[in-house]
């Protein structure tokens, strides 16, 4: 499924908050992989599927790629935080410069599980776009 050869996400420097650059062969990649960064910083690693995972459908809209970008992962962490659980695995079934569909199929999450607080996903240097023959995102975390 994922390119070993090429790294789904780095840290980039920044002051106060946590920034990465993001990576995907298509868009898709690059939201699926944008979430999974997101819950490892959290989490420490993806959540592993046990027992009976729920399955959730989720529509998110946007502006355009980067406020989708951060709508997006704005949705998964309200689902991590407010609702105590998350994706173990996630499949984008569609996505376009201003809407993303995606299937999740999520688990419980114990609140002292989170090694890391992500407080907000910011507007701060967002930047989603195609480079070559992938896609990049820059995404700065409030943590």
């Not at 998110?60 to 970008?69: A, C, Q, R």
């Not at 599980?113 to 409030?142: G, L, M, N, P």
């Amino acid at each position: 499924m994922k390119d070993t050869a090429t790294p789904r996400f780095r840290f980039i420097d920044h002051t106060s908050d946590l920034g990465v650059v993001l990576y995907g062969k298509n868009l898709e990649e690059l939201f699926q992989n944008a979430a999974l960064t997101m819950l490892t910083i959290m989490l420490g690693d993806i959540p592993e599927l046990t027992g009976e995972p729920a399955t959730i459908n989720i529509s998110v809209s946007g502006t355009d790629l980067s406020d989708l970008m951060v709508c997006w992962l704005g949705e998964i962490l309200f689902l991590s935080e407010a609702e105590g659980i998350a994706p173990c695995t996630i499949e984008i079934k569609s996505v376009s410069p201003t809407l993303l569909e995606a299937e999740l199929r999520t688990v419980s999450v114990d609140p002292s599980s989170i090694i890391r607080e992500i407080k907000a996903v910011t507007y701060h240097e967002i930047k989603v776009e195609k480079r070559d023959d992938h896609w990049e995102a820059k995404v700065v975390f409030d943590v």
